[in-house]
């Protein structure tokens, strides 16, 4: 797999009209919010991919490709425009269980021309989520999060593909003295798709202290294992119609960080 860029690609730019409403039910302790969104991004960069089935010399890029890989181009294209609604709702149950569910669709595309041939874009998906945050006293507190997103793809009309994203976590916070604070956090994701593309299964663990300085806590001192059960792979390798692609990130994965943070208020 090649990757090729242009040095004539332009900055995207983005601008965004946002409306909020909000609504407080003192009588049953629940605030509803509605929100929607409208942008437009200027020079969006859309990514062509090429297969090469032959032995090529690409002579523009000073490349020699082999048959069976591919070229991965970036282009600048024109933005179309781009929606999203959200509503939820804060909803206190007793003063220390509050429950808060979120409901959200969006829509994205861009529009491009690859060799004189135009393809419009266009991503939608849909978002529903469940938190629940409770203190069980001054030294404990719990949050607990679900949310399943579907999504799906198409290029000038045509079906690419949909996917399904589950994930779930937990965070868990004892404040063992006035100074020190101990932190966990679990997480789960869950990617499936009925494309070529792989979906994954990804499954973190965080612990964290805190110790807190200065008059107003505003010094933190913090001792932090992350990725503690190191499942961050490094790299992924993908053989789609015998084509292999080999792709890397940026996870570090199992690590210990010792560090100092300033808290401005």
Not at 35 to 64: F, K, M, Q, W
Not at 168 to 190: E, M, P
Not at 224 to 248: C, F, P, W
Request: a neutral charge; glycine letters at 6%.
């Amino acid at each position: 797999m090649s990757h090729s860029g242009s040095p004539d690609l332009k900055i995207p730019v983005s601008r965004q009209a946002r409306l909020k409403l909000s609504y407080n039910s003192y009588s049953i302790g629940t605030v509803w919010n509605l929100s929607g969104s409208i942008s437009h991004i200027a020079n969006p960069i859309v990514t062509d991919i090429r297969n090469i089935l032959t032995d090529t010399c690409l002579e523009e890029y000073g490349l020699s490709l082999p048959a069976g890989s591919q070229l991965i181009r970036y282009t600048n294209g024109s933005s179309i425009p781009n929606y999203s609604i959200e509503a939820s709702a804060d909803v206190d149950i007793v003063d220390v269980l509050k429950i808060t569910p979120v409901l959200s669709w969006n829509s994205s595309g861009a529009s491009y021309c690859i060799e004189s041939v135009p393809y419009v874009n266009r991503d939608e998906g849909l978002k529903g989520s469940l938190s629940v945050r409770t203190i069980f006293s001054t030294k404990f507190s719990l949050l607990a999060q679900i949310s399943y997103a579907v999504n799906k793809a198409t290029c000038t009309d045509t079906y690419l593909y949909s996917s399904s994203n589950l994930s779930s976590s937990g965070d868990i916070v004892w404040y063992l003295t006035d100074k020190l604070v101990l932190n966990t956090r679990l997480s789960w994701t869950r990617l499936t798709n009925d494309s070529e593309l792989p979906g994954f299964n990804d499954t973190f663990f965080d612990l964290s202290m805190d110790y807190h300085l200065g008059k107003k806590n505003d010094i933190v001192l913090f001792l932090k294992g992350s990725d503690l059960l190191n499942s961050a792979a490094s790299h992924n390798m993908e053989v789609i119609d015998q084509v292999t692609r080999l792709s890397y990130n940026t996870n570090i994965g199992r690590a210990v960080l010792i560090g100092i943070r300033l808290n401005i208020r």
